[in-house]
């Protein structure tokens, strides 16, 4: 009963904060100069931070470097455990677009926030949806403008590493722009799959390795580049969790 009552009044906040954003946005959108729409998305971010902190179940720990240039841009690669990364991981101080899938796009507020902000919608179902994303990508790329895929595409069933993708990897190999991997652990359980309820109170660690240069690499590099990163994250989870590799990886058998 507590915890119904706790999860309601944090929703309740969640919903006052996007009544008051999302006029915000709106008027940052309309004013902002930046062709990359850089002012708006940054302010979009802020929304993730305050809906983070109003959680009392959320402790977050960020470590690595957060002195980064994110007009000096990314392809910014994270590990997917819940609903709740994207507003955790919005606690970095960057503008990053994110890639997400259609339905999102859709969701009211939300939705509208994210057209606003100019992240990027990926249609699952289009046969050119990597033509579509990289066209996307590579506008704000070119505008100096960071940008962060989930590359195992979804979230995570038993909080182990899942295969990656390599669209993001082929996209940095493309331009010319560097990856930056990050790691979140503890996120796993709070706020489950089709579930309104949060979980209990989580120490979340969310953490910026070290960025990987890809001026040096071909195409022919991309799934290399991609186990690279990868592997690092993996890595990373072991260390966390004290378990070996293995055990944190959905791969390994």
């Known amino acids: 009963m507590i915890s119904t009552i706790k999860s309601l009044i944090i929703w309740v906040g969640v919903l006052v904060l996007i009544l008051i954003w999302l006029p915000m946005l709106a008027l940052c959108r309309l004013l902002d100069p930046d062709p990359a729409h850089y002012y708006t998305g940054k302010l979009f971010r802020k929304l993730g931070k305050a809906i983070s902190k109003i959680n009392p179940n959320w402790n977050i720990t960020i470590s690595g470097s957060v ?3 994110d007009r000096e841009p990314y392809i910014m690669v994270c590990n997917h455990l819940s609903q709740a990364d994207i507003p955790l991981i919005s606690n970095l101080p960057w503008e990053m677009k994110w890639v997400a899938k259609k339905e999102l796009f859709d969701v009211p507020f939300v939705g509208w926030m994210m057209k606003l902000a100019g992240d990027i919608s990926v249609d699952r179902r289009a046969s050119n949806r ?3 994303t990289f066209k996307q ?3 704000y790329l070119e505008r100096d403008c960071s940008i962060i895929f989930f590359p195992e595409g979804t979230r995570s069933r038993n909080g182990k590493l899942n295969r990656f993708a390599v669209g ?3 996209l940095a190999i493309s331009e010319g722009v560097p990856i930056l991997p ?3 652990d503890g996120t796993q359980n709070t706020l489950p799959k089709k579930s309104w309820k949060f979980g209990m109170a989580k120490h979340i660690k969310l953490k910026i390795l070290d960025p ?3 001026t040096s690499y071909s195409r022919e590099d991309i799934k290399n580049v991609s186990k690279l990163a990868r592997s690092r994250i993996a890595e990373q989870l072991s260390e966390w969790r004290e378990l070996p590799v293995e055990k944190v990886d959905n791969l390994s058998k």
Request: no cysteine; charged share 30%; glycine share 0%.
């Open 212 to 214: 990987i240069d890809t």
């Open 182 to 184: 990050m790691v979140i």
């Open 168 to 170: 993001a990897f082929d």
């Open 130 to 132: 990597r033509i579509a």
């Open 137 to 139: 990508a590579r506008f």
């Open 67 to 69: 002195d980064v240039n």
